[in-house]
């Protein structure tokens, strides 16, 4: 819809090209969500369970951006997996940089978390929130005072609304999220689907979850976060280095 709508097509002109392909596409699909269904209880042991565990998964495109949640309990000896809700949305029509709309993620992600504890009798031990994007967690592990303001304000939300400690990396691969920003994927509307299960490694022990891996990416990280900074934020951060070059190689010719 968001496609056709930016085309400038008339009210009443005839859709054409890859939009009429979307649209069959997206038809042909439509009559196999009468297969979707969602538990009306979440689990057996909810109620009784000693701990409770609530895992929210953030993603994005250029196209769209969401997050879908899923209680996560422990109950003799073996884990238990439900799905709870999710929100979705489309990008919007001023294009958005990468970083930026999984930070948009991130900031549903939070809210939704927040909107699920609240809205539940039943304590949540922990929280846990999954984004497949290292730039944003470098983001919510600094002060929000020091970036521009669409970055600032939202890490900021984000940082009243949940605690840093509560954000892991997860790996695209393994993000269920990444279903919801997708287009060209074709639905799983089947009881065993992972958007209905959650990723399997919620199944296994925490210290089989994954781990966030030091690898090249960190470099492009460091350029994202410089270029969200403020200026005079920017420029102090640089002095400071530059004065530490300076320190080490007064030392080195001491």
Request: charge should be negative; proline fraction near 3%; aromatic fraction near 14%.
């Given at each position: 819809m968001q496609e056709v709508?930016?085309?400038k097509?008339?009210?009443?002109?005839?859709?054409s090209g890859s939009s009429i392909e979307k649209w069959l596409s997206w038809l042909k699909q439509l009559p196999e969500i009468t297969n979707f269904?969602?538990?009306?209880?979440?689990?057996?042991?909810?109620?009784?369970?000693?701990?409770?565990?609530?895992?929210?998964f953030c993603d994005a495109s250029e196209k769209a951006y969401g997050a879908v949640a899923y209680f996560r309990i422990p109950y003799h000896g073996k884990v238990e997996v439900a799905l709870v809700m999710t929100r979705a949305r489309v990008a919007p029509l001023k294009s958005l940089s990468i970083p930026r709309m999984e930070l948009q993620a991130a900031v549903l992600g939070a809210r939704l978390g927040n909107f699920i504890r609240e809205g539940h009798s039943r304590k949540i031990n922990k929280i846990y929130y999954w984004p497949d994007n290292q730039t944003v967690l470098c983001w919510l592990k600094s002060d929000s005072h020091r970036f521009k303001q669409f970055v600032g304000h939202r890490v900021g939300e984000i940082q009243e609304l949940t605690n840093p400690t509560e954000w892991r990396w997860v790996p695209t691969a393994e993000n269920v999220g990444d279903e919801v920003t997708r287009d060209t994927n074709i639905c799983d509307w089947g009881h065993q689907s992972r958007w209905i299960n959650g990723p399997d490694f919620l199944r296994l022990a925490e210290s089989e979850w994954p781990q966030e891996r030091t690898n090249s990416k960190k470099h492009t990280d460091k350029v994202e976060e410089a270029v969200e900074m403020k200026k005079n934020a920017y420029y102090l951060q640089l002095q400071f280095h530059q004065l530490l070059i300076s320190r080490d190689t007064l030392h080195g010719t001491s």
């Open positions: 709508w930016r085309s097509i008339g009210w009443d002109d005839e859709i269904r969602i538990p009306r209880c979440y689990l057996a042991h909810f109620s009784t369970s000693e701990s409770t565990e609530l895992h929210v």
